[in-house]
């Protein structure tokens, strides 16, 4: 009984890290070939894990920042906003965006509600 309370635990762990849901979350532990692609003189970055399914998104700001998604349509629209509490430095805020099975064929990423266009696209 206890072998079989521990595998259906860890089925749960690797299905919920492998979900299909459309999500994105701020990540600390940033990849390596993530690293490597980073340009710190561009204020948004986006940078695909083309093999993962997955991608990274760089934003560079002095103030704090969240994130949000949101898919109208066919667009999946990445919602960076401000919270107003201004840093006396810029940081740099990764997000990592898992696509999941959500169907959208354009992205828009919006900064406190305005369209911004991406300074660099990067895959690998």
Known sequence: MKKLCCLI????????CN???LS??????IP???QENINPDYQLQWINNIDKNASYIIFHST????????????ILNVKLDSTGQKNNELKMYVYKLNRGDAEFDTI?????GQDTPL???TGF
């Not at 994105?24 to 532990?29: A, C, G, R, Y």
């Not at 103030?63 to 066919?74: F, I, Q």
């Not at 828009?108 to 406190?112: E, I, L, P, Q, S």
């Open 9 to 16: 635990l860890f089925t749960f762990i690797l299905t919920a």
């Open 32 to 34: 390596n070939k993530v």
């Open 119 to 121: 300074d660099s696209l």
């Open 63 to 74: 103030d704090d920042v969240t994130a949000d998604l949101e898919v109208v349509d066919n």
């Open 24 to 29: 994105i979350t701020e990540i600390q532990n």
């Open 19 to 21: 979900s299909s849901e």
């Open 108 to 112: 828009n990423v919006k900064v406190n």
